[in-house]
């Protein structure tokens, strides 16, 4: 006789869900307050690994409709892996630094260390997906003007004519260094 005979299967199963949707629900209520971070972190992770798919050229083909069978030309599987665990381990150092804030009892603290640690993995991979797009399109002018603006290269976004104009103004500057050191002696 089996031990499922004694139990019903239906009741089990349902103490199953309600225990998976309990579990779920204090898992969501916690980061609730970080969520809207969580999903535009999710976002500009999905723009930097499109962005990088174009970039590494990779082609994506349908074999067939029914099943659908997807094929990836020029698909690298370990930098994808690689990225998908760089995101994983992101979530969790900022969410362990989060209960460390939590468990220290510092209100309030804690959203706000998430948030700025979330804000920074968000600018580096927009940075990151903006340079994929400047290399995949470099005729595009916008993406150029928006990179730089972004990474703070404005030396390259203007090249030699902002490289002159600095030399210039520290030049005439440290003349007047000298002649205002000259007065006074």
């Known amino acids: 006789m089996r031990l499922t005979n004694y139990f019903d299967k239906e009741g089990i199963i349902d103490g199953l869900r309600a225990f998976a949707i309990t579990i779920l629900v204090a ?16 976002i500009s992770f999905s723009m930097n690994i499109l962005a990088g798919f174009r970039a590494d050229e990779v082609k994506m083909k349908l074999k067939r409709l029914l099943p659908p069978v997807v ?21 969790v150092v900022i969410y362990s630094i989060k209960s460390i804030f939590d468990l220290m009892g510092i209100d309030g603290s804690s959203v706000v ?5 979330m804000g920074i993995a968000i600018y580096v991979y927009f940075r990151n997906s903006l340079r994929n797009l400047k290399t995949v399109y ?22 030699d004519a902002i490289s002159d104009i600095v030399e210039k103004e520290e030049q005439n500057e440290s003349k007047s260094k000298r002649s205002r050191t000259d007065k006074k002696v």
């Open 27 to 42: 898992i969501t209520s916690y980061f609730e307050s970080t969520y809207t971070f969580v999903i535009a972190l999710f």
């Open 71 to 91: 094929w990836f030309e020029n698909f690298n599987g370990n930098k994808f892996k690689d990225s998908l665990a760089e995101f994983a381990l992101i979530l």
């Open 113 to 117: 260390a998430v948030q700025t640690l």
């Open 138 to 159: 470099p005729k595009i002018l916008f993406f150029r003007i928006l990179y730089a603006f972004i990474a703070l290269k404005f030396k390259e976004l203007f090249g």
